[in-house]
């Protein structure tokens, strides 16, 4: 479990420090500016997983029982590095067409930039694998830190320091003049350097490890390594569907509106204000990450244990009842929460409590995904992802002409809904758990009763409204707390423990 931490914990981190550095970039870049941020990582997300195509997947697969496992590292990085070396040559050769196709025919360096990235990051995913594997947890997690620094400073480098310095106003630095490394009408493509350079620093540090070892590409277990991986790449792909199909979709389906002088700029502003927004629902996410992480090891060692039905229900209560006291904490602190984001990005804080419920629900299908993983049914797991990407474009594609963000929204909600809901019917067919699904109902029920009369129950002072809310939250947790006799639970571990 200590391991499973040092390799999580990065991962967790890496996006909350990417988060921090949110209230920056909001204030930094007008919402069509940011909007080019969220499309050009939405297309990211979805070339991460073509360009690795399951091989990191594979690696773990074979290296865990081959009698050699250097040669099944090898055998997997050598065509990831050339398949890797061929897609940054295509996107060079065709950036300026690739860029005129999105609609940003004066940006053709973004394409070379990002191909840059890709590339840099599925060659390295084979060797923290191979971390992973030798149980070189220290050296895993050093590699991450290092990478999430040099992104961390880089962006605030140019983002924060270097832009700042063009308004004396706001030149908190006092700092005469960095006009010989920046240069402003590359805008947010800073961002885009601070996430080549920390990926480029990445792959550099694995430089030594690459020389120690003989490449042998042994082709008949490459066949058995593709035969694996390559079905990975159709459920990992309709996962990220879900996840980024709404910034791409906000692109193409968004109405502007009659009398908008500039479309496209009222276009990209949209998905600037939705995926501000989406970041507001940090606190849901990381906290399903950081279960996901220690859930599965817990689940898995619990496999053939007499009692590990009853735990596995207890989990998923435990884990609904944390969801939704995060979910009102954020939405009973709103007036807090909202300067996160700049202000001419918070007319998008209608789908803040949308999008916590609708992650609240990817956190309850990965709880309920215990049951295919546990029955040796995988291919289900791939099948649910399939079914919430049809959803996720059909409803996109039908939602949004009509309510713009607030449709992909909802498209998301409805996705990670029928997910959960098709997750728990055929979970309860295959290996039945005996959840409080009753009980569970009761606290989501109250939860939304909370939030609800939060926003009917209005005062004009911001303290009296803050206070109210408080009130709120203390008689919730209170509430589920004596249901739950969790002050005897507390009182049971600090007497085991003395």
Same mark, same amino acid.
């Given at each position: 479990?200590?391991?499973?931490?040092?390799?999580?914990?990065?991962?967790?981190?890496?996006?909350?420090?990417?988060?921090?550095?949110?209230?920056?970039?909001?204030?930094?870049?007008?919402?069509?500016?940011?909007?080019?941020?969220?499309?050009?990582?939405?297309?990211?997300?979805?070339?991460?997983?073509?360009?690795?195509?399951?091989?990191?997947?594979?690696?773990?697969?074979?290296?865990?029982?081959?009698?050699?496992?250097?040669?099944?590292?090898?055998?997997?990085?050598?065509?990831?590095?050339?398949?890797?070396?061929?897609?940054?040559?295509?996107?060079?050769?065709?950036?300026?067409?690739?860029?005129?196709?999105?609609?940003?025919?004066?940006?053709?360096?973004?394409?070379?930039?990002?191909?840059?990235?890709?590339?840099?990051?599925?060659?390295?995913?084979?060797?923290?694998?191979?971390?992973?594997?030798?149980?070189?947890?220290?050296?895993?997690?050093?590699?991450?830190?290092?990478?999430?620094?040099?992104?961390?400073?880089?962006?605030?480098?140019?983002?924060?320091?270097?832009?700042?310095?063009?308004?004396?106003?706001?030149?908190?630095?006092?700092?005469?003049?960095?006009?010989?490394?920046?240069?402003?009408?590359?805008?947010?493509?800073?961002?885009?350097?601070?996430?080549?350079?920390?990926?480029?620093?990445?792959?550099?540090?694995?430089?030594?490890?690459?020389?120690?070892?003989?490449?042998?590409?042994?082709?008949?277990?490459?066949?058995?390594?593709?035969?694996?991986?390559?079905?990975?790449?159709?459920?990992?792909?309709?996962?990220?569907?879900?996840?980024?199909?709404?910034?791409?979709?906000?692109?193409?389906?968004?109405?502007?509106?009659?009398?908008?002088?500039?479309?496209?700029?009222?276009?990209?502003?949209?998905?600037?204000? +939705?995926?501000?927004?989406?970041?507001?629902?940090?606190?849901?996410?990381?906290?399903?990450?950081?279960?996901?992480?220690?859930?599965?090891?817990?689940?898995?060692?619990?496999?053939?244990?007499?009692?590990?039905?009853?735990?596995?229900?207890?989990?998923?209560?435990?884990?609904?009842?944390?969801?939704?006291?995060?979910?009102?904490?954020?939405?009973? +602190?709103?007036?807090?929460?909202?300067?996160?984001?700049?202000?001419?990005?918070?007319?998008?804080?209608?789908?803040?409590?949308?999008?916590?419920?609708?992650?609240?629900?990817?956190?309850?299908?990965?709880?309920?995904?215990?049951?295919?993983?546990?029955?040796?049914?995988?291919?289900?797991?791939?099948?649910?992802?399939?079914?919430?990407?049809?959803?996720?474009?059909?409803?996109?594609?039908?939602?949004?002409?009509?309510?713009?963000?607030?449709?992909?929204?909802?498209?998301?909600?409805?996705?990670?809904?029928?997910?959960?809901?098709?997750?728990?019917?055929?979970?309860?067919?295959?290996?039945?758990?005996?959840?409080?699904?009753?009980?569970?109902?009761?606290?989501?029920?109250?939860?939304?009763?909370?939030?609800?009369?939060?926003?009917?129950?209005?005062?004009?002072?911001?303290?009296?409204?803050?206070?109210?809310?408080?009130?709120?939250?203390?008689?919730?947790?209170?509430?589920?707390?004596?249901?739950?006799?969790?002050?005897?639970?507390?009182?049971?571990?600090?007497?085991?423990?003395?």
């Amino acid at each position: 479990m200590g391991q499973t931490a040092m390799y999580g914990l990065p991962s967790i981190i890496v996006r909350f420090l990417n988060y921090l550095l949110t209230p920056f970039i909001t204030r930094a870049f007008l919402p069509e500016e940011y909007g080019v941020v969220a499309e050009m990582y939405a297309y990211v997300g979805l070339l991460t997983v073509i360009l690795t195509y399951g091989m990191e997947t594979g690696f773990f697969r074979f290296a865990a029982k081959h009698e050699n496992p250097k040669i099944v590292f090898t055998t997997s990085i050598v065509p990831l590095f050339i398949s890797s070396t061929f897609f940054v040559l295509i996107f060079y050769l065709f950036s300026q067409q690739l860029a005129d196709f999105l609609h940003y025919p004066d940006k053709s360096e973004y394409i070379v930039w990002f191909s840059l990235i890709l590339a840099a990051d599925a060659i390295v995913s084979i060797p923290f694998a191979k971390l992973r594997i030798e149980g070189k947890a220290k050296k895993f997690a050093f590699f991450k830190f290092v990478n999430i620094l040099v992104n961390i400073f880089v962006t605030i480098f140019f983002v924060v320091i270097c832009k700042n310095n063009e308004n004396t106003e706001l030149n908190l630095f006092h700092i005469n003049s960095f006009s010989f490394l920046y240069q402003p009408q590359i805008g947010v493509g800073y961002i885009f350097i601070a996430n080549l350079a920390a990926s480029l620093v990445t792959l550099l540090m694995f430089i030594p490890d690459f020389f120690k070892i003989k490449f042998i590409l042994d082709k008949k277990l490459l066949k058995q390594i593709l035969f694996y991986s390559f079905p990975l790449l159709f459920a990992g792909l309709a996962g990220m569907i879900n996840e980024v199909a709404d910034r791409i979709l906000l692109k193409y389906f968004t109405v502007v509106p009659l009398g908008v002088e500039n479309p496209e700029i009222f276009i990209r502003s949209q998905i600037g204000i +939705y995926n501000a927004n989406y970041k507001l629902a940090i606190l849901m996410t990381l906290f399903i990450q950081a279960f996901r992480y220690a859930a599965e090891p817990f689940f898995f060692s619990q496999k053939n244990d007499v009692g590990g039905n009853k735990v596995y229900a207890d989990v998923m209560k435990y884990f609904v009842i944390f969801g939704l006291v995060i979910f009102l904490g954020v939405m009973l +602190y709103i007036d807090i929460a909202k300067y996160f984001i700049a202000d001419n990005y918070r007319e998008g804080l209608i789908i803040v409590p949308i999008l916590l419920i609708a992650n609240l629900f990817l956190g309850i299908i990965y709880n309920l995904s215990i049951w295919y993983k546990l029955t040796d049914k995988t291919r289900y797991g791939a099948y649910l992802a399939v079914f919430g990407a049809i959803v996720t474009i059909v409803l996109n594609i039908i939602l949004i002409p009509i309510f713009g963000y607030l449709g992909a929204a909802w498209a998301t909600f409805a996705c990670y809904f029928l997910m959960m809901i098709a997750s728990f019917l055929l979970g309860q067919k295959y290996f039945h758990i005996n959840y409080e699904t009753k009980r569970i109902l009761l606290y989501f029920s109250a939860a939304l009763a909370v939030y609800f009369a939060s926003i009917f129950i209005a005062f004009e002072s911001e303290i009296i409204t803050l206070s109210v809310n408080s009130l709120l939250f203390i008689a919730y947790i209170s509430w589920v707390s004596y249901r739950e006799n969790i002050h005897l639970i507390i009182k049971r571990i600090i007497f085991k423990k003395n």
